[in-house]
């Protein structure tokens, strides 16, 4: 089994003003992560706008991944249709490492008796380590620690979670499940040293696609028991947090226009129902961002 490593990096996906998939940027994109330090990367994730996305275009998306990142890939094969995941599921082997998968996330509040019996039939038929994706806020469908205690005692291929509920209690409560083999990411940028110290995993980002050096300084000082620079590093990550936070045009657009910033030829169209930032607000978030990179280049050296 392939180890993953944090802090695992959710990418976006560029798009071309007519809306297809810019395959071109999304190589500079992967090379500019592997530059900056990134081992992991997650492909067609919340960040990677993949509700937008058909079933063919998220098979080339972790296609192209496979051929131009050389780390590890997590792809998410998550949808409420369970043939369709489970076609993205058999498409994965030969492209990714691992799997994410969410509970169905169109019947809310569905029993947990029926989310067991969707997340069971991916788990049958997955070649692949494969990581439950807890994520209430847009499913409305958690997954608890029963129906996780459950599904282990069937499916040895059930390795960890992504706990994007922003509550560590939470995730040290999956944890503690199986410690030794069963990993926890957490998604929540602003907990991301808290994460380490708790004992989980590590992090994965959305947001901090565009700063990657600053979460993997986060780690790497950590491993090496610096934690005041950590921390330091970690109140940088937070002004950026924040600031996408109070901004009403939501996290992926704004990633995408701080992204185009470092790199000139990312495009930073999103695809409906997302909208595009306003001129005047796209001046607004080039100068919070302009002013933030110099001191992340002070605080990672």
Same mark, same amino acid.
């Given at each position: 089994m392939t180890k993953i490593t944090a802090p695992i990096f959710a990418i976006l996906t560029p798009f071309e003003a007519s809306g297809k998939i810019d395959f071109s940027a999304l190589s500079q994109y992967l090379?500019?992560?592997?530059?900056?330090?990134?081992?992991?990367?997650?492909?067609?994730?919340?960040? @990677? +706008?993949?509700?937008?996305?058909?079933l063919e275009e998220r098979m080339a998306l972790v296609e192209h991944c496979r051929q131009q990142f050389n780390g590890v890939i997590l792809n998410n094969v998550s949808s409420c249709c369970l043939g369709d995941c489970?076609?993205?599921?058999?498409? $994965? !082997?030969?492209? @990714?490492?691992g799997l994410v998968v969410l509970p169905p996330y169109y019947y809310a509040k569905t029993s947990e008796k029926g989310l067991s019996s969707f997340l069971a039939e991916v788990l049958n038929q997955s070649p692949l380590p494969t990581y439950l994706y807890n994520f209430p806020k847009h499913t409305q469908n958690p997954i608890t620690l029963a129906m996780v205690k459950r599904l282990l005692t069937h499916h040895d291929n059930l390795v960890g979670l992504k706990d994007s509920s922003a509550d560590l209690e939470s995730a040290l409560k999956f944890? #503690?499940? !199986?410690?030794?083999?069963?990993?926890?990411f957490v998604g929540g940028d602003r907990i991301a040293?808290?994460?380490? !110290? $708790?004992?989980?995993?590590?992090?994965?980002?959305?947001g901090g696609n565009a700063f990657p050096e600053l979460l993997i300084a986060i780690s790497r000082f950590f491993q090496a028991s610096d934690l005041e620079k950590a921390q330091t590093i970690q109140h940088t990550l937070n002004e950026w947090s924040q600031f996408r936070k109070q901004h009403r045009?939501?996290?992926?657009?704004?990633?995408?226009? #701080?992204?185009?910033?470092?790199? +000139?030829?990312?495009?930073?169209?999103?695809?409906?129902?997302?909208?595009?930032?306003q001129p005047t607000e796209l001046e607004k978030i080039e100068l919070f961002i302009h002013q933030l990179l110099p001191l992340r280049l002070d605080t990672t050296t």
């Open positions: 090379l500019f992560l592997q530059q900056t330090g990134v081992e992991t990367i997650l492909t067609n994730g919340t960040t @990677a +706008e993949f509700p937008s996305l058909s489970l076609k993205l599921v058999d498409h $994965s !082997k030969n492209y @990714a490492d944890k #503690a499940l !199986k410690k030794r083999t069963f990993q926890v040293l808290d994460t380490l !110290k $708790s004992g989980l995993d590590g992090s994965v980002t959305g045009v939501g996290e992926i657009v704004l990633t995408k226009i #701080a992204l185009h910033t470092r790199l +000139e030829e990312f495009p930073t169209f999103v695809r409906p129902p997302l909208i595009q930032s």
